[in-house]
């Protein structure tokens, strides 16, 4: 598996959230980035086309050097600095309020303590910041819901760390904070990996 997680794994992701419906969420969600923005889970930087005139900075967090390395050569040519940070979400290695929007983009399925990564989020986040995400989890309808609890154990060890199954909205507001907007729908593909939670929170 160590040679799977290094060399393949990465490319897979990477080639993966390239596809239309997640590339959507992104050109709707993203533009709303404004001043000192934190992304959890950067991966490969394929957020960096849809921020606007309004961010300041970035600052990328992700586990996987390989991601960071394909981040870092995107980050090169763009008009606000760019500070990439290998490590988790659940340890953030920033200052209280500090930043001015957090974004999520399919991030909380893989953190394997979510509950402890929001906390982190509201601690770095300024007071009236947002958080802005895109984020797949539990579906509505009990089939699928059925097939993501029967398949989540092995897609687990072969998406690293990916969790089908959470329930992405109560995990937020868990967390404290209030969702100000939010949109749910199917995404095109697999249903058990497609149903899409996306929206604002503060």
């Not at 760019?82 to 953190?111: K, Y």
């Not at 986040?125 to 993501?148: I, M, Y």
């Amino acid at each position: 598996m160590g040679l799977y997680r290094k060399f393949v794994l990465p490319h897979l992701i990477d080639l993966s959230m390239k596809n239309p419906g997640s590339t959507k969420c992104r050109a709707e969600i993203i533009p709303k980035a404004s001043g000192r923005v934190l992304e959890v889970g950067i991966g490969s930087g394929l957020n960096f086309p849809f921020y606007g005139a309004g961010v300041t900075q970035v600052w990328g967090i992700d586990p996987s050097a390989e991601l960071l390395a394909m981040a870092e050569s995107k980050a090169a040519a763009l008009r606000y600095p760019v500070e990439l940070l290998r490590g988790s979400g659940e340890e953030l290695p920033l200052e209280s309020a500090s930043v001015d929007t957090v974004v999520l983009t399919w991030t909380l399925c893989s953190i394997p303590n979510p509950a402890r990564a929001l906390q982190e989020l509201r601690r770095v986040l300024k007071p009236g910041g947002a958080v802005l995400f895109a984020e797949h989890g539990l579906a509505p309808d009990p089939t699928v819901r059925a097939w993501q609890a029967r398949l989540n154990p092995l897609w687990k060890r072969i998406a690293g760390g990916c969790n089908m199954n959470r329930k992405i909205d109560e995990l937020i507001a868990g967390a404290g904070f209030s969702i100000t907007e939010l949109r749910t729908s199917y995404l095109p593909g697999p249903p058990i990996l497609t149903y899409t939670y996306e929206g604002i929170a503060v």
